[in-house]
């Protein structure tokens, strides 16, 4: 039920369990902080079973970003709408060692066009906590335009950065 998705380094597939040690210690790592975090074990492997139910219960969800070569997991790329947020999201959360080589950007144009051409939605959003200043780089680098904010219980204030619609090249 979970498409795979190919870039040209990258290929967007379904969680599996032995991404879950890479995942565990990326969601035990101070960087989690913007995300409600760091996590326990216990509490990334239910993170982790969200990520493959969210496909279940919405139709589309997140992918598991891996290396296209060698199959290594690199972050967590796609499409996320958790019960009280706005709308749905594109969202993007990289491992320490994928960061800087513009894997991001590949993982998540390839999911926008997914959101736009297979599930034909015709916007959509990324939540981004203001601090973190890769993501907004990104969003920025998308196309995207910020332009309103939410105040979330967990998270505290996100920025709503609004991509471009599908006529519009990023």
Not at 80 to 94: H, I, K, M, R, V
Not at 139 to 155: I, L, N, P
């Amino acid at each position: 039920m979970i498409p795979t998705l190919q870039t040209e380094r990258l290929t967007l597939r379904a969680p599996r369990w032995d991404d879950f040690e890479a995942y565990a210690v990326f969601r035990a790592s101070p960087r989690m902080v913007t995300t409600g975090g760091p996590f326990t074990r216990d509490q990334a492997f239910a993170q982790l079973s969200a990520i493959l139910g969210h496909w279940v219960l919405r139709g589309y969800g997140r992918w598991m970003v891996a290396d296209r070569e060698r199959d290594a997991p690199l972050g967590i790329v796609g499409l996320y709408f958790p019960e009280g947020w706005p709308e749905p999201e594109l969202a993007w959360s990289l491992f320490d060692t994928a960061e800087g080589r513009g894997i991001a950007h590949e993982a998540a144009v390839a999911a926008r066009q997914y959101a736009y051409d297979a599930l034909e939605w015709t916007t959509l959003i990324s939540a981004v906590d203001p601090n973190n200043t890769r993501s907004v780089a990104l969003a920025k680098r998308m196309g995207c335009v910020q332009e309103d904010s939410f105040q979330h219980e967990t998270y505290g204030v996100l920025h709503i950065w609004r991509h471009p619609a599908p006529e519009v090249p990023a």
